[in-house]
């Protein structure tokens, strides 16, 4: 497939390392030559210095024979005009965009092909709010992942000394929960390898453990693993930016929140947004103001700015002063490694969890969901089956007769899916309606047509070997 990808920031540049490991022929446009052959000496991919919104530099990208544009520019204006131009004027049969602002994200209108003809519209900052108010949920958790709608939960703790589950053997796990409630360990990470899931296997102190249960488990299932922490009640939001404000107007509500931002005009802005949250003028790494505002009583402490230096400093002091978790995002992947696990609980790599929607549109066949797990290392899919057991490779098969590759695990099927079930927030967290049956991944568990599986792949190079599998031959109808 022939993609071509304008904007060359965190997230271009993470969408063009997911799509061009999976054999397509990728072109990066973007006004920073410098960015570009940066892009270019680590990637298998051409680029083009330029104008995005502009034909001449579209045409000089290839657009002409494009499969694919995705824009992702940091200007929603010359992301639209991107789109406008590949459908009238090149005729390129999806078209994707980023987009922050509101107004074109609340008015669907707006990007029909009679308009902006976007496909496919993605906006970042949401869903970056949405996956912290995953974390906030789950305190206990590194990582909180939804499939099928939010019909089963991947969770993400570290084992801790006496976990009942910590020393013992995974299939352990079966005699720990309750007889009408299942759970399966997805995968390990041991001291940042891969560790094979196994019956045997068996659990470390500092292990990262990814548990899969349906929604309604996932809590008593994380139990056997992590001290379970008390609810957050009170959180402090360090910068008001985009993220900052979705973050606290998604929060206020439910949680007493208070937004520092170091921009006075900014700061009077968000004020005026802001129902319940308190917004105060001041820096973040202003040891003084911190204990000022009682920094050692919070729950939840999230450095959100732009900046990913401030946020490591910030979140770092915010620990040091009592703070009883922090979570920072950070956009340099060396950054994240480094400094995750010490004063900073979780790093948060904005480009790599909010690319995981786009991906799944992109991606050949029917992919339902795609998550990317320890900061793009890893992903974990839902694809369904089609076909029988004559044209497909997996539908009629027990797992155990599907020719896997190595480092692949099959950790769940969702059965007679309804797309029309509901999840929605409440006090209390999460509500599900919950419609499909859940069925833990067993070796002898037989994969059924229109199954939602959710597949665990430790390397991110596997998932096109999975896609191929699932692949239904020419003879179905």
Known sequence: MKVIILGAGQVGASVAEGLVSEENDITVVDLDGARLAQLQQRLDLRTVTGNAATPS????????????????????????????????????????????????????TLLTTDNFAVDFALCPEQVITDYIRRLIEFPEALQVLNFAGGRVSLVAVRAYEGGALVGRPIRALRELLPVDMDARVAAIFRRDQPVAPKGDTVVEIGDEVFLLAAA??????????????????????????????????????????????????RAELLANELDEALVLLGDATDEELLEQENISEMDLFLAVTNDDEDNIMAGSLA???????????????????????????????????????????????????????RRGAAEALEIVAHGDRKTSKVVGRRIDEIDWPRGVTVAAVVRDFDEAMVVGQSDEGTSIT?????????????????????IFCTRKKLVKKVERLFQVGFHFL
């Open 319 to 373: 620990k040091r002063l009592g703070c009883k978790r922090v979570v920072a995002l950070i956009n340099r992947r060396a950054y994240a490694d480094m400094i995750e696990g010490g004063p900073i609980d979780i790093g948060i790599s904005p480009a790599h969890v909010s690319i995981g929607t786009l991906l799944a549109y992109v991606r050949h066949g029917d992919v339902a969901e795609v998550h990317s797990l």
């Open 57 to 108: 530099t579209l045409r000089r990208a290839g657009i002409d024979d494009a499969d694919m544009i995705i824009a992702v520019t940091q200007s929603d204006q010359a992301n639209l005009v991107a789109c406008k131009l590949a459908q009238n004027v090149f005729n390129v049969p999806t078209r994707i965009a980023r987009l922050r602002s509101r107004d074109f994200l609340e008015d669907q």
């Open 216 to 265: 309604e488990n996932i809590r008593p299932v994380l139990h056997q693993l992590r001290r379970m922490l008390n609810r957050v009640e009170r959180i402090m939001i360090a910068g008001g930016g985009n993220i900052g404000l979705r973050l606290a107007k998604s929060l206020e509500a439910h949680f007493q929140i208070k937004l520092l931002e170091r921009d006075r005009e």
């Open 434 to 454: 919950r419609h499909g049956k859940v069925v833990m991944a067993h070796h002898d568990t037989v994969i059924e047509v229109d199954d939602h599986v959710i």
